[in-house]
């Protein structure tokens, strides 16, 4: 495959009910990725979007954030899906030889519409969607089964929620920065048992957007490149039910294609730092071992351990992680983007020093049903 | 220097989307319906290729992709594999909070059914535990045909 860079990112900051529209935040994040590569908008070949219909509470939502991303006059297209998806195809449509350059835009706005009822409706209409299930019932059902299969306990669930809460008080773009203790978290409202409130991760609104070149385009660009070294992603199966739930059958897949062609041998040792899609507590844990970095089931060992702290063997979201701030479609893109801060030395207070490879890694579908694992590094 | 976006009162409007559908199920989820609606049975399809049975029933297995046409009558009482107890209603729920949903394996199925959990103390659920299918009396070719599952 020939070499993809990542040139500029962008963000707005995550919050609760933001006053800007769609439009305005896709601006904000897609004038950050240009300035941030030192480009103008006519440096951009095509343009990749990432919107949904049922979220945006419109239909073709994809063709109404066009402008913002600075698409007239260009081909455009849309990935219905994570962030890491649409980044993928932004990569692709490099691929196909067609462009040198991409830029990939991401919104979200979860404060306009009721989460609940709008994860009710990815499940199956006939079967499952008329019992009420949703994104966070149906993540307490993972999270019981991953217990079940692997003893992890809800503490250990809380562990994960200390730290990447924790992490975020050093990301200015993070909504939900706070010091809180393994009691709080045990001791905070239940939602769907075994979930608590504080291993959720919050409704929020934001957006995002990378540049994405080939070695031809670099030169349109002052910023220097993050390589895409590994990517790949895997599917399983979407009904509740047919999958085991408790073993990430498609991550570990799609992690074993993406280290192979990234050359990653041991990942706890050859990562420096990795920034996976914790949108309920207990996720991290099980992409620990889908991603090989604990053996299957023994993922709660790296947090009793504090191996993935931020002074640990390998730094897991010291972004705060989607727990943090969860723009739904945005977070997958950010994990990247902050893959890419680190790997450039720009993460700030919560700069993993001396990082060099990084793990960036989306989900798609009910509890993980999709993974996309990318390897970037300078 | 004062920003004029600090003075501006923020309009915010309500839509009022309401989109209806009609989803037809299929042959094969059609006859899974009907044989809970008119004769309390549960059926699924099993894969002539990894064997696994299906419940609900599909007409291809993912796994295999292949057609999956062999009809096995499985059993009204399961293992319950997983199970939550939700705290928050909205209204895309049947009942309200709270309320419990549980993955069952019924026996002679792989896999699990996904259903409400109801008609016990959810305090004393456990993984493991044999649960059986409660029939609504009133049934009309859907899910909820099965009212929930109780422990057995």
């Known amino acids: 495959m020939s070499k993809i860079a990542i040139v500029g990112v962008g963000q707005t900051a995550c919050t609760r009910s933001k006053i800007d529209t769609f439009e305005e935040m896709v601006f904000e ?6 300035a941030d590569a030192g480009a103008e908008v006519g440096d951009i070949d095509n343009v990749v979007t990432v919107s949904n219909d049922f979220w945006d509470g419109r239909t073709i939502s994809s063709m109404a954030v066009q402008e913002a991303a600075g698409s007239w006059g260009k081909d455009v297209s849309t990935v219905e899906g994570d962030g890491t998806f649409g980044a993928l195809y932004g990569m692709m449509r490099i691929l196909s030889g067609s462009f040198d350059t991409t830029l990939v835009v991401s919104h979200m706005k979860g404060s306009e519409s009721i989460m609940n009822l709008i994860t009710n409706a990815m499940f199956d209409p006939i079967y499952q969607r008329g019992l009420g299930i949703d994104a966070t019932s149906a993540a307490a059902l993972q999270a019981r089964s991953y217990m079940t299969m692997s003893g992890a306990t809800e ?30 978290v045990m001791a905070s409202r239940k939602i769907a048992e ?16 990378m540049v994405l070149s080939n070695k031809k385009g670099l030169k349109r660009f002052k910023k220097d490149p ?3 070294k590994g990517v790949a992603h895997c599917s399983d199966a979407f009904t509740l039910g047919y999958r085991d739930l408790a073993k990430s059958r498609a991550l570990k ?16 040792k050859d990562l420096d730092v990795a920034e996976v899609y914790d949108a309920y507590s207990y996720m991290e844990l099980m992409w620990y071992e889908g991603l090989g970095f604990a053996p299957e089931g023994k993922g709660y060992e790296l947090i009793r351990e504090n191996a993935t702290g931020m002074k640990g063997e390998l730094p897991v979201n010291p972004s705060g992680g989607v727990i943090s701030s969860h723009p739904v479609f945005v977070a997958g893109m950010l994990r990247l983007i902050e893959a890419t801060l680190q790997v450039r030395g720009e993460a700030g207070k919560r700069q993993v020093k001396g990082a060099k490879t990084a793990l960036a890694h989306g989900i798609n579908g009910p509890c993980g049903q999709a993974h996309c694992v990318y390897v970037v590094g300078a | 220097m004062t920003d004029w976006k600090d003075k501006v009162e923020n309009m915010v409007y309500t839509g009022r989307i309401k989109v209806p559908y009609l989803w037809n199920v299929g042959k094969t989820g ?15 399809t099993r894969c002539p290729g990894c064997k696994r049975v299906y419940v609900p029933p599909v007409k291809s ?10 009809w096995v009558k499985v059993s009204d009482k399961g293992v319950l594999e997983s199970f939550t107890v939700v705290h928050y209603s909205h209204e895309m729920q049947p009942r309200k909070a709270p309320l419990a949903y549980g993955l069952i394996k019924l026996d002679g199925a792989d896999g699990a059914i996904l259903h409400l959990i109801d008609d016990t103390d959810f305090a004393k659920l456990k993984t493991g535990m044999k649960v059986k299918a409660v029939f609504a009396e009133q049934r009309e070719g859907t899910i909820a045909d099965i009212k929930h599952f109780t422990p057995a």
């Open chain 2, 61 to 70: 297995c993912g796994e295999c992709f292949v057609p999956t046409e062999e």
């Open chain 1, 253 to 268: 897949e799609a992690a074993k294609k993406a280290y192979k062609m990234a050359g990653i041998k041991n990942p706890l």
């Open chain 2, 30 to 44: 059609s006859r899974f319906l009907v044989a809970i609606r008119d004769k309390k049975e549960i059926w699924g």
């Open chain 1, 226 to 228: 993050v390589w895409i």
């Open chain 1, 194 to 209: 075994p979930l608590k409130l504080l291993d959720c991760s919050p409704i929020g609104d934001g957006a995002a957007a």
């Open chain 1, 29 to 34: 994040a897609a004038s950050r990725a240009l």
């Open chain 1, 155 to 184: 503490e250990d669930f809380a562990r994960v929620s200390v730290k990447n809460h924790g992490n975020a008080k050093s990301n200015p773009y993070a909504q939900l920065p706070m010091k809180i203790t393994v009691g709080d």
